[in-house]
């Protein structure tokens, strides 16, 4: 299981946008959940990170 925190600015970002949203939050929730206990699960479109080489 992976734990999630949350930066000043994402939470300041969350309130602007999401809060107060019942189908963003409720969205929003589900899909933490849903990362938090498999963060490659297929509906979530998640892929592994590349590192772009730097000359």
Same mark, same amino acid.
């Given at each position: 299981?992976?734990?999630?925190? #949350?930066? =000043? =600015? %994402? +939470?300041? &970002?969350?309130? +602007?946008?999401?809060?107060?949203?019942?189908? @963003?939050?409720? +969205? #929003?929730?589900?899909?933490?959940? @849903? %990362?938090?206990?498999d963060p490659?699960? /297929?509906?979530? +479109?998640?892929?592994? @990170?590349? /590192?772009? &080489?730097?000359?």
């Amino acid at each position: 299981m992976v734990e999630v925190s #949350f930066s =000043s =600015s %994402f +939470k300041r &970002a969350y309130h +602007k946008r999401i809060k107060g949203n019942v189908d @963003l939050e409720t +969205k #929003f929730w589900q899909k933490l959940k @849903l %990362f938090t206990n498999d963060p490659f699960d /297929q509906s979530l +479109k998640t892929h592994k @990170l590349q /590192q772009i &080489a730097t000359s």
